[in-house]
């Protein structure tokens, strides 16, 4: 035993009783002794400070992982996006449509811009039926909508060509009847090949399909519309109703803001109030809002794991007293008092705990690493959270077998000397 017992000497003598002292480490050795006595406990004991912080330092390393990419998303796309509303209806009833025929040349002379292009959903007066062939009104067909989009829209929109090419500006300006349609629609008219000029027909209007995309960069409505020239449209349906009709431009990074101010003026130096320009997000704005929002779940489910971990070794560590009452009681009884069995028993799951966040923070930035490796990210783990891993892992043992240690300490010694 390794307490100090200051006990009365002297034959006769009546000195008073020194309380005992128990020193640090004579506590650490108890401790220690008392983890090595049963390995398999302890092992089970750390298990739960293991999983715990394991699973708090992957969840915050995923997530500066994930962030990252998504900053670098956000960075590419939203930053060199405007898009250009009508409000022409809003300010004046009769004022038409707001963006003038000249409206792609106009806005591609501003320096930064790279595609611009109006487009607008298109609702026909008759049948929109969309059937690739023959024609007539038992033949079946598809409800899929209509785009009436410029060269400049579709362009903007950065599509991925799987067969064919995208309608030019002379198909545009002579009106021709040609059509770009995505791979899911040539899926479900039947499709499959550019090479024999197939048809589809809106209505009973029919348009030579000159191009089939599979993807776009923006725009993904794009993939699940019928796409027409703009001025094919208009001889066909008639110009846009007020307020349907938008532009696309697709800036160079840095430009978008510029672009968002200058573009209703430079398309309708009458009435730029006409149009109402959308810039896009301020990216820091962007990526505060979803770093935040993602660190808040991730966190949450991290303070989960940890109290669940806590609970285990709670409940393991009031099994280990329940064991060891009979050595409590021999403790008692050979003079150390209440604080002392709390401070050993405080000591073992404090050190079961920093074991356990020891090996959970390994563990949890090598499954951070595996799954960067995996998905070809670069891994970002920030340097305070393997710091600080260790130590919530000691500070959970030391929570968690604090009910336990003040348990064991209320033990006493004829009570335990007797079961």
């Known amino acids: 035993m390794g307490f100090r017992w200051r006990g009365a000497g002297g034959k006769g003598a009546r000195r008073p009783v020194e ?3 128990l020193p640090l480490r004579e506590l650490f050795s108890e401790s220690l002794a008392g983890m090595l006595q049963r390995p398999g406990r302890s092992a089970l004991t750390a298990l739960g400070t293991v999983l ?20 670098s998303r956000f960075d590419l796309l939203t930053a060199t996006e405007v898009t250009v509303e009508d409000t022409s209806v809003q300010q004046n009833a009769f004022a038409g449509p707001a963006f003038p025929a000249d409206a792609d040349e106009r806005v591609g002379r501003l320096g930064g811009v790279e595609h611009a292009g109006v487009y607008w959903t298109v609702h026909p007066a008759g049948s929109s039926t969309v059937r690739s062939s023959p024609v007539g009104a038992d033949s079946g067909g598809e409800e899929i909508g209509i785009v009436a989009a410029s060269p400049g829209a579709l362009l903007a929109a950065d599509p991925h060509l799987a067969q064919g090419r995208l309608y030019d500006g002379y198909l545009s300006r002579s009106a021709q009847p040609v059509a770009v349609i995505g791979s899911g629609i040539a899926a479900r008219l039947g499709i499959t090949t550019l090479e024999t000029y197939p048809a589809v027909f809106i209505g009973d209007q029919p348009f030579t399909v000159v191009g089939i995309i599979d993807d776009t960069r923006r725009k993904a409505d794009f993939l699940l519309s019928v796409i027409v020239p703009r001025t094919t449209a208009e001889r066909v349906w008639g110009p846009p109703r ?17 672009i968002a101010h200058e573009a209703p003026t430079a398309l309708r ?27 808040q779940l991730f966190l949450l489910l991290a303070a989960i794991c ?10 393991t560590t009031l099994v280990a007293v329940l064991e ?5 009681g021999l403790r008692r009884a050979l003079g150390a008092r209440g604080r002392h069995i709390t401070a050993q028993f405080l000591a073992e799951s404090g ?21 960067a490796l995996v998905r070809d990210w670069t891994p970002v783990v ?11 892992g000691l500070l959970t043992g030391l929570l968690a077998g604090l009910y336990p240690a003040l348990r064991a300490s209320r033990i006493q010694p004829a009570e335990a000397l007797r079961r």
């Open 19 to 21: 309380p005992s002292v």
């Open 269 to 295: 130096p009458d009435h730029p109030e006409y149009l109402k320009a959308v810039p896009p997000p301020d990216p820091r704005t962007l990526r505060g809002t979803v770093t935040g929002d993602l660190n």
């Open 306 to 315: 940890l109290v669940i971990g806590a609970v285990g070794i709670a409940n």
């Open 324 to 328: 060891r009452t009979a050595e409590i």
């Open 351 to 371: 050190a079961l705990g920093a074991l356990g966040g020891l090996v959970g923070t390994s563990l949890g930035g090598l499954t951070v690493v595996i799954v």
């Open 382 to 392: 920030h340097p305070l959270t393997i710091a600080s891993a260790p130590v919530i």
């Open 242 to 258: 007020g307020g349907d009709a938008r532009m696309l431009i697709a800036t160079r990074v840095g430009a978008a803001g510029q």
């Open 52 to 71: 715990g912080v394991g699973t708090f330092v992957a969840i915050l390393g995923l997530t500066a992982t994930t962030s990252s990419q998504i900053d």
